[in-house]
């Protein structure tokens, strides 16, 4: 083959690329609403995003005005997703007679239901075979009303011994969030997760995995997962996911000393992690109340004292600094940043200084297809960017609004979380 032809095939994808005409108009609009329909959460739905994202790798930079009507035509599209049922006890999915299936997601509406102040999480107790929103719901249900929260009490899909991060309920439990904020006027700063036994557990684990979308977690008599030196050994760790990345989140923890069901060794080695988090990167605020003489019942005075100490807390969903060690292939943005195909148990700590206009970010895995998101609210978009990942340079220059960035960061109707643009944090 010439070099002419050669230089042919390896220039005409990017030729063919470079001629494709961006979409516009009804076409662009279809685009846009289909991507917002899909569920990132499944690879199917992630792969089809990717390929409606390259559709829109040819449109030119958003100047001011098209990115302020992109935002307002995507805040109208969130309220046509789905909503929920505004008190009782209720299925998120209804049987399909067709498809042969039963139907699926019980969750009960409780707590202040009219002009909410915020949002409650409540998870449920349980262990394999075992577990019920219906008694969780009636544990909470006065302490949250009078605090002036929604409950939203949920029900795990499969009572699992961790059934809050089995079987699909964590992504469960993340619709529900979603679905609550376009149903109630409610404030996505003030979003948190609480629960007494196995939903302590849940508590401290979504509150991890997702500590970008919750204001405080208050975990009752439930631990994270121990990592144990052997069966039955020290605690030598805390499962993967969790305390790094509450840096920004209040936590609050309940424990009985007695407690046959959940020693208080578990929660205690996470408590000491959490002050070592903090004496390291700043940060976890935390409080730990410790009684003798409950067993695996409520706090004393019951819920409400312990959620006394987090219905004051907001998210602040622009922070300085993150720390993030992600677990979940589909948690891909967390804050400000952006991991295509997050690498699990990394360790990111990503710190802003705007009086630089930079991001200094430090990892122990590679960062391919990692981004910092931006606007103004980040860093000053009209000055010169820097990014370092390691003390290597690793994008110098300004950044561009691009609708692919909007709509990567809209596939939830919390606004604080959407951005405009992205710079690399990779070579």
């Given at each position: 083959m010439s070099v002419r032809a050669t230089l042919l095939v390896v220039l005409a994808p990017a030729i063919l690329l470079a001629q494709a005409k961006p979409p516009g108009g009804k076409e662009l609009d279809q685009i846009v609403a289909t991507f917002l329909a899909l569920d990132d959460k499944t690879d199917a739905g992630h792969a089809q995003q990717v390929e409606l994202l390259t559709r829109l790798a040819a449109l030119p930079p958003l100047d001011a005005r098209q990115t302020t009507a992109w935002q307002s035509r995507i805040r109208k599209l969130w309220h046509k997703g789905r909503k929920l049922e505004t008190g009782g006890d209720n299925w998120f999915w209804a049987a399909d007679a067709k498809q042969h299936t039963e139907r699926r997601g019980r969750y009960i509406v409780g707590g202040k239901t009219n002009a909410p102040k915020g949002?409650?999480?409540?998870?449920h107790g349980g262990g394999v075979g075992q577990g019920d929103a219906g008694g969780a719901a009636a544990a909470y249900d006065s302490a949250l009303g009078s605090l002036g929260?929604?409950?939203?009490?949920?029900?795990?899909?499969?009572?699992?011994?961790?059934?809050?991060?089995?079987?699909?309920?964590?992504?469960?439990?993340?619709?529900?969030?979603?679905?609550?904020?376009?149903?109630?006027?409610?404030?996505?700063?003030?979003?948190?997760?609480?629960?007494?036994?196995?939903?302590?557990?849940?508590?401290?684990?979504?509150?991890?995995?997702?500590?970008?979308?919750?204001?405080?977690?208050?975990?009752?008599?439930?631990?994270?997962?121990?990592?144990?030196?052997?069966?039955?050994?020290?605690?030598?760790?805390?499962?993967?996911?969790v305390i790094p990345s509450l840096r920004n989140v209040f936590v609050s923890v309940y424990q009985s000393l007695d407690d046959p069901q959940v020693p208080p060794a578990p929660n205690q080695y996470a408590v000491r992690l959490l002050g070592e988090a903090a004496a390291k990167w700043g940060g976890y605020e935390h409080d730990y109340w410790e009684v003798d003489g409950r067993g695996h019942a409520a706090p004393p005075g019951g819920y409400q004292p312990q959620l006394e100490k987090i219905v004051?807390?907001?998210?602040?969903?622009?922070?300085?600094?993150?720390?993030?060690?992600?677990?979940?292939?589909?948690k891909r943005q967390f804050h400000w940043l952006w991991w295509e195909a997050p690498i699990a148990d990394a360790l990111v700590v990503a710190d802003l200084d705007r009086a630089a206009n930079a991001v200094r970010i430090t990892c122990d895995q590679?960062?391919?297809?990692?981004?910092?998101?931006?606007?103004?609210?980040?860093?000053?978009?009209?000055?010169?960017?820097?990014?370092?990942?390691?003390?290597?340079?690793?994008?110098?220059?300004?950044?561009?609004?691009?609708?692919?960035?909007?709509?990567r960061t809209s596939q939830h109707p919390d606004p604080a979380l959407q951005f405009v643009a992205r710079v690399r944090a990779f070579s």
């Open positions: 949002l409650a999480i409540n998870l929260l929604l409950m939203i009490a949920p029900e795990v899909l499969e009572k699992t011994e961790r059934g809050w991060t089995d079987s699909g309920t964590e992504e469960f439990v993340l619709d529900l969030v979603d679905a609550a904020l376009r149903t109630w006027k409610l404030d996505p700063d003030r979003v948190f997760f609480v629960g007494h036994s196995m939903g302590g557990y849940g508590s401290w684990a979504l509150g991890g995995h997702h500590a970008d979308r919750v204001a405080a977690i208050a975990p009752s008599a439930g631990a994270p997962t121990p990592i144990r030196e052997r069966a039955g050994g020290p605690i030598v760790d805390i499962q993967s996911g004051g807390r907001t998210r602040n969903a622009v922070p300085e600094r993150i720390v993030w060690q992600p677990v979940l292939p589909w590679p960062t391919e297809g990692l981004w910092v998101l931006l606007d103004e609210r980040v860093l000053d978009l009209g000055k010169e960017i820097v990014v370092t990942v390691n003390g290597t340079e690793t994008f110098r220059g300004k950044a561009t609004n691009e609708l692919g960035t909007l709509l």
